[in-house]
């Protein structure tokens, strides 16, 4: 049996169809490519209880996954991450049926491990010798690190105001490094003019290679399997370049036709901050893509994206599922990061906390009725965001006593 079924790529805007085994970037349209799959022979060549006996990482699924040899696979062990109950913070919240899947502990901390293993993967099977990408900073330090570990090169710009944590990681994993005065899209014009100068580099950035969306989709085909083959109600993502929830979305489409789940799929809820909410707007106006953010700042800094590749990918999945777009202020996000974190013991990144802020919102509104399966994606781990805790504690003297 192959190790891969994939098919084919596919133009997420014409539907044009692209060969798979040689190294892509965008579309002839200028859109992003989507990874396709013989779901009929997947069907056939395994099951969802076959799938449960293997080892818990995100290789599970590796007949919808791009890499066509296991001897390619590039991996830190990425993926089963938990799906926790949050009892406590959902009484407060009025939901009997809250949930938390903790991106937090996957390796580099943060989800954007699971779009580096794949990617990273399936570049290094197709021959290419390093990287380069733009970033926020998490997906840069996931992806530097993961061409270390595959023996390839890479070159990472990201804004200077990124978290100094992952500079550090790309520093430590031998990256080439660029802070860069301005914002993600500012980094990612010099990364496309250096790399045409670099033979053998691959120009990685968000949705402009197709296997990143691969690697993030496996978090639905966890979610689905953790819950026991069926889906949740509702799920909340915090949305900057909106890769996740593109990756969720055709996850639960692949399950529903693969036949592994059934029923409606669950109201996908994209969540901004209001210093970077350009999704958000163009679901207030029934909007098919959005339109640039002006002056985008917020504390949750991997969600300020201005104007993403994919914004009517994440907008489609939006509209299809019945789901909403929301944005919270910092003031809301950290608060939710800090409640949560006091209630059920977990720090939360800060586009974690947005997610939690929207929460609130949303049940307060009544759009959740409090009885739902509501899971929250939290995309990282707190201690990457150490200054969004004030530390503002008493300093004792040996000779002091505690009161």
């Given at each position: 049996m192959p190790y891969s079924f994939l098919s084919h790529l596919e133009c997420s805007r014409t539907g044009d169809r692209l060969d798979a085994d040689t190294v892509q970037g965008l579309s002839p349209a200028g859109a992003p490519l989507?990874?396709?799959?013989?779901?009929?022979?997947?069907?056939?060549?395994?099951?969802?209880?076959?799938?449960?006996?293997?080892?818990?990482?995100?290789?599970?699924?590796?007949?919808?996954?791009?890499?066509?040899?296991?001897?390619?696979?590039?991996?830190?062990?990425?993926?089963?991450?938990?799906?926790?109950?949050?009892?406590?913070?959902?009484r407060e919240l009025g939901l009997s049926r809250l949930?938390?899947?903790?991106?937090?502990?996957?390796?580099?901390?943060?989800?954007k491990a699971r779009g580096a293993a794949v990617g990273v993967s399936r570049a290094a099977e197709l021959g290419v010798r390093g990287i380069a990408m733009p970033t926020n900073g998490n997906a840069g330090a996931a992806w530097a690190l993961y061409a270390a570990r595959?023996?390839?090169?890479?070159?990472?710009?990201?804004?200077?105001?990124?978290?100094?944590?992952?500079?550090?990681?790309?520093?430590?994993?031998?990256?080439?490094?660029?802070?860069?005065?301005?914002l993600i899209g500012d980094a990612g014009k010099l990364v496309a003019s250096a790399v045409p100068r670099r033979p053998g580099v691959q120009d990685v950035s968000t949705l402009k290679e197709p296997y990143r969306i691969e690697g993030k989709k496996t978090m639905?085909?966890?979610?689905?399997?953790?819950?026991?083959?069926?889906?949740?109600?509702?799920?909340?993502?915090?949305?900057?370049?909106?890769?996740?929830i593109i990756g969720i979305y055709k996850a639960l489409l692949e399950l529903r036709e693969l036949g592994w789940v059934s029923g409606p799929l669950p109201r996908l809820v994209a969540?901004?901050?209001?210093?970077?909410?350009?999704?958000?707007?163009?679901?207030?106006?029934?909007?098919?893509?959005?339109?640039?953010?002006?002056d985008a700042r917020t504390v949750a800094f991997g969600i300020t994206v201005p104007k993403a590749l994919g914004d009517?990918?994440?907008?489609?999945?939006?509209?299809?599922t019945g789901g909403a777009a929301v944005a919270v202020t910092d003031e809301e996000l950290l608060a939710a990061q800090r409640e949560l974190t006091e209630r059920e013991g977990t720090f939360v990144c800060p586009e974690g906390g947005a997610c939690f802020a929207a929460l609130r919102q949303l049940r307060e509104s009544g759009w959740l009725g409090g009885d739902?399966?509501?899971?929250?994606?939290?995309t990282g781990a707190g201690i990457k965001y150490p200054e969004t805790v004030p530390l503002d504690v008493p300093l004792l003297a040996k000779t002091d006593a505690i009161p």
């Open positions: 989507l990874a396709r799959y013989d779901l009929d022979g997947v069907r056939e060549a395994v099951t969802p209880k076959e799938i449960a006996g293997r080892e818990p990482t995100l290789w599970r699924y590796h007949e919808v996954l791009p890499v066509r040899s296991p001897e390619h696979v590039v991996s830190l062990g990425e993926g089963m991450t938990p799906l926790l109950r949050l009892p406590r913070y959902g949930w938390m899947k903790d991106e937090g502990l996957v390796p580099t901390g943060t989800f595959a023996g390839l090169s890479s070159l990472i710009a990201m804004p200077d105001d990124a978290p100094p944590i992952t500079m550090r990681e790309c520093v430590a994993a031998g990256a080439e490094l660029y802070r860069v005065d301005g639905g085909y966890e979610i689905a399997e953790q819950f026991g083959w069926r889906l949740p109600d509702v799920i909340l993502y915090p949305t900057g370049g909106g890769v996740g969540v901004q901050a209001t210093g970077c909410a350009p999704i958000v707007t163009a679901f207030s106006r029934g909007a098919r893509e959005s339109e640039p953010f002006p009517f990918l994440v907008l489609d999945a939006v509209y299809a739902e399966d509501v899971v929250v994606l939290n």
